[in-house]
């Protein structure tokens, strides 16, 4: 056993009678090929095996151990954890036998073998201590987030149930996930959370690819998400067709000149890049440049699908890439910071045509 593991353990006190929990020894554990024995090894194996879980899990004066289905073993206090769950305070508050056969023990402590990998239940048992002890654990993933969601509901955390949905609008987790965030936080029927997930789906196309929690919502629940994407697909092709938010914005040619091919203080149109002539983006009656038409083209396509301000930025960032790639003495210089201001005030506008649509489903 390594030095910093046996530094921890408790002394024992001659005539104390060690707490035994046999009725918890297998009532946890519920994997089917692994059992509460696959971690008890000789004293020499032992040694080489054992992994210490980071503090406050390796407590002296805890009184139970919890390990995990990878082996880690959680010193812990029964107070902390019956105050967090009614399941643990019906758990711990059952008789003792004492000295039963088919209890382990370490340490003079009842060892209980739990389902949940020691990322999980570390994760799971920093939301049951006391904030003054173990800080709320980092969900930056939505893997770890389903994982301690299921570990509060199996042991009956509610508050820290609704806790752990909260990470569900982290944008780390929001935004490479949201329609799995999207169907874990309808199931759990947490408004706001849901709400904020459908906006974040609408970066995605309108018929989403299969996901496994798509079998925690009802065939209801996708009908109003894909009626709210329709919707806001609808407002947003609107505002493409009418582009008086741009004309209005700029004032007149001469407030975006660089549309037009201008060099810098000029008043005429040198059309460098050639000219666009779709009848749908032509500002104020002038022909713009030809790649802005094509970026608008391109734009208003991905809109119908993805009907979403992230979406105008990322066919910008592929334009000014084309444009730059393409050498044109006045554009290539100048694209990046035009379209870029160009391109924040379209996903603006698309934000805005969308907030007013609201997702219809009860709560």
Known sequence: MNAECSALRPNKQPGTRPVRFSYLSQSLYHHPTRTSHNFQTSPDHESQMEMCPSAPFDHAKADVILRSADGVE??????????????????????????????????????????????????FLRFCYPSTLAEDPSLDNLTDVLSVLAAARKYSLDLIERKVCQALVNPKVLQKEPLRCFAVARNARLKHETIIAAR????????????????????????????????????????????????????????????FGRANNSHYN??????GTDVRFMPW??????????????????????????????????TIQEVRSAGCSICSGRVKECMTEF??????????????IELEMDF
Not at 210 to 220: D, K, N, Q, R, Y
Request: glycine share 6%; hydrophobic share 40%; charged share 20%.
């Open 74 to 123: 959680f010193r812990v206090f029964t107070l902390f954890l019956s105050l967090a769950s009614p399941f643990f305070e019906t758990l711990f508050g059952l008789p003792q036998t004492p000295g039963a056969a088919d209890q382990e023990m370490k340490d003079g402590l009842a060892v209980i073998a739990v389902s949940e990998d020691s990322k999980t239940l570390d994760g």
């Open 200 to 259: 974040c789906t609408l970066q995605q196309p309108l018929i989403p690819a299969w996901f496994a929690e798509i079998e925690l919502i009802t065939a209801s629940d996708l009908l109003a998400l894909l009626t709210y994407h329709k919707k806001c697909s609808t407002a947003v092709q609107a505002l493409m067709k009418d582009l008086t938010w741009m004309t209005d914005h700029y004032g007149s040619q001469g407030g975006c000149g660089w549309l």
């Open 270 to 275: 040198q059309n460098c890049c050639g000219q």
């Open 285 to 318: 009656g002038a022909y713009p440049l030809a790649w802005w038409t094509k970026s608008m083209q391109e734009v208003c396509e991905s809109l119908i699908d993805r009907p979403s301000g992230d979406t105008v930025r990322t066919v910008a960032d592929r």
């Open 343 to 356: 391109n924040n005030l379209l996903a603006r506008k698309v934000e805005e045509a969308c907030a007013p």
